[in-house]
């Protein structure tokens, strides 16, 4: 076996381990990684030094948790490389509430420890020092046949620690693998188990599940395997429920095409949220319509909203996650006709949703029209709604982006406000406009005094040249807007 590429970081820790006296694996993941071509994301020693011998081999160590794991703080750059985690040989003991082992024994060996690891892709051992590769329970072969099998009898495995069901789906997506038959079987067994799991190691499950290239079918094997109702259960009940003639999927499919467009995209965790839970109310409020002939889903954002904010709550996601989400369900209706909105509305919607999400809930229309399984993705209405929310959000051209206001005008001038002021104001706009470099305190209220001298008729003829100017420059930055847009 040739000696894989490992980073000096990682390598000078297993050889303090080694030259102590100690073996030193790498295992888990970053093997798994490594055989696959694909770079790890994080580097896992494993020794048989316990915890006490390895804090003394290294000048600068942080003992972890419980598990018997010390971080070796190193000299890397390099965050991902800065500590390397080593963990003692473990081996566990029963378990009885199916998520944690009732005891942990260190310093066994490295068999007992590949035995507890949970998939085969993740129980092998490599030794940097002699290149060895550990690999009792067939990785090789299951990694080549892109296949997730548990180590050991998957349903013990399963009962063991229920997580382990949710880490199979998610590592299929992650790594494109099947999950192997009887591994597959033993969760659809097992599924209910994940009720004792936390919620909150379930959503970090489930976050890094939406955060692959393909959620779509992660959440569609939940589903089929029975995770997903604890996990999500509002989804499931758009199972079956079919909409209106716009729309060739039942709710649940259209909802998780939804949110699979989004991670195409590559858009965020929040606006993946958002799209797979977007029309969650709307089985609860669909009723027939006799006068339309069709399903209808009146209100259907205000009941999501609310369904929303309860389920993600229920899985302690971070509060601005939260408001973030509920607020793109209840405003995902939003009408876009481009004959028929106005400015005025537009900006309604922009005060609704928030101008820091305004982009996002676009977004989320385009994963709402492409979950339906029409194929267009920027038509022009589309556009047109774009280049109207560029135009609501920016500042308009005015006097109000001047370093000085009518106030310091009048107390230069020293005289009381009249229109002597406004004329003022424009023709020192129209010079700004010109160079806005002058826009400053100081060269304004110098012009200020100068133009105080001139006569009512002068002042206000270059006035109203001030405002003339506004207008055309008006004119223009709305015109770049619509060219940037193709309206
Ligand atoms: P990645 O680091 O790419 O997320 P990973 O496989 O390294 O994937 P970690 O959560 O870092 O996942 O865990 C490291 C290793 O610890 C795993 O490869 C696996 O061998 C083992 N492991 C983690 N969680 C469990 C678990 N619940 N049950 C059994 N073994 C586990
Ligand atoms: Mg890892």
């Known amino acids: 076996m040739t000696k894989l590429a490992i980073p000096k970081e990682v390598l000078i820790v297993a050889d303090g381990l080694e030259n102590a006296g100690f073996e030193a694996y790498l295992v888990g993941g ?32 942080f003992y ?21 985690e080593v963990t003692p040989y473990r081996k566990e003991g029963t378990y009885s509430d199916a998520r944690r082992p009732d005891m942990v024994e260190f310093g066994v060996s490295l068999e007992e420890d590949l035995k507890r690891r949970d998939f085969t892709v993740n129980a ?29 009898n998957p349903n013990t495995r399963f009962q063991e620690d229920a997580l382990r069901m949710m880490r199979a789906v998610r590592l299929s997506a992650e790594l494109g693998f099947a999950i192997e038959q009887e591994t597959a079987e033993a969760l659809h067994t097992n599924a209910s188990q994940l009720e004792k799991i936390s919620k909150e190691r379930i959503r970090d499950e489930f976050v890094r599940i939406l955060e692959t290239a393909t959620p779509m079918q992660a959440i569609f094997l939940s589903q089929k395997l029975g995770l997903l109702k604890y996990i999500a259960p509002d989804l499931e009940l758009g199972i079956g429920i079919g909409q209106n003639q716009a729309h060739s999927f039942d709710v ?10 989004a991670a195409d995209k590559e858009w965020t965790t929040t606006i993946r949220l958002a799209a797979l839970f977007h029309d969650v109310g709307k089985p609860e409020t669909r009723r027939w319509s006799d006068e339309k002939k069709d399903w209808t889903f009146h209100g259907h954002e205000v009941i999501g909203a609310r369904i929303t904010k309860k389920a993600l709550r229920e899985l302690k996601f971070p509060n601005e996650v939260i408001e973030i989400a509920v607020k793109l369900v209840r405003w995902h209706m939003f009408f876009s006709d481009p004959d028929k909105i106005t400015l005025s509305a537009v900006r309604r919607m922009i005060v609704n949703v928030g101008q820091e999400n305004i982009w996002d809930l676009l977004n989320l229309r385009i994963c709402d029209r492409i979950g339906t399984g029409r194929p267009k993705e920027q038509p022009f209405r589309f556009r047109k709604y774009k280049s ?15 370093a000085v206001d009518g106030e310091m005008v009048i107390k230069i001038l020293g005289e009381k406000p009249g229109p002597r002021v406004g004329w003022i104001l424009h023709a020192l706009l129209e010079e700004v406009l010109e160079d806005p470099k002058k826009n400053t305190k100081e060269y304004l209220e110098e012009k200020v005094k100068v133009l105080s001298l001139m006569e009512d008729s002068a002042l206000k003829e270059m006035g109203e040249e001030g405002k003339k100017a506004r207008e055309k420059a008006e004119e223009k930055e709305l015109e770049e807007i619509r060219a940037k847009y193709h309206v």
């Open 124 to 152: 092998i051992a490599y030794r940097p020092k002699t290149g060895e590769m550990v690999d009792l329970h067939g990785g090789h072969e299951d990694i080549k046949n892109r296949l997730i099998r548990a180590v050991g």
């Open 30 to 61: 970053c093997v798994r990684d490594i055989v696959l071509e694909k770079k790890p994301k994080d580097w896992d020693l494993t020794t048989n030094a316990t915890p006490e011998e390895i804090q003394k081999i290294f000048p600068e160590t």
């Open 252 to 261: 649940f499919e259209h909802l998780v095409r939804a949110m699979q467009h």
């Open 64 to 84: 972890e948790n419980t598990y018997g794991t010390v971080g070796v703080v190193g000299e890397s750059e390099d965050p991902t490389l800065k500590v390397i």
């Open 388 to 402: 109207m929310v560029d135009e609501a959000l920016r500042d308009p051209i005015s006097v109000a982006m001047l």
